[in-house]
């Protein structure tokens, strides 16, 4: 994560981290929330996208980014990845690819969609880190 909080005690091995579920947010209308969004660097790619809680969001969506103009929209072409809605979210695309839970259908579509992806700073809610007192 990138999180300065971690940096501050001397010895950063003093800080511990706590795994908890605090926040989670859930797309429950795909094509308006990626197109909300801005991307760091230009993007058109399509993705095969699942979804069982939510049906109306399953299907193929053509995400084009280019500076502040955004679209994502539904459409029939050929995915370049194959993904859950849950994936599009906090972690980079290119780890939970590792981790098998993306998967790529055009080569190089991982990494430019993860790079696209990235922010300024990684996301991050602070209640799950724990320091020893001192």
């Known amino acids: 994560m990138d999180e300065p909080l971690k940096h501050l005690p001397a010895d950063p091995r003093a800080a511990r981290t706590t795994l908890i579920d605090n926040l989670w947010v859930r ?7 990626l197109t909300a969004r801005r991307y760091s660097t ?18 193929r969506y053509r995400l084009r980014a280019e500076g502040d103009t955004v679209t994502c929209e539904r459409t029939h072409d050929d995915a370049d990845l194959r993904l859950s809605v849950a994936e599009l979210g906090g972690t980079t695309l290119a780890c939970l690819a590792a981790a098998g839970r993306v998967r790529e259908l055009r080569p190089g579509a991982v ?13 991050f809610h602070p209640s799950g880190w724990a320091f020893p007192a001192f």
């Open 42 to 59: 230009p993007l058109d790619l399509v993705m095969d996208v699942e979804d069982t809680f939510c049906p109306w969001n399953a299907g």
């Open 27 to 33: 797309l429950v209308d795909v094509d308006r929330a």
């Open 111 to 123: 990494a430019a969609a993860s790079l696209a992806f990235r922010g300024e700073r990684e996301p």
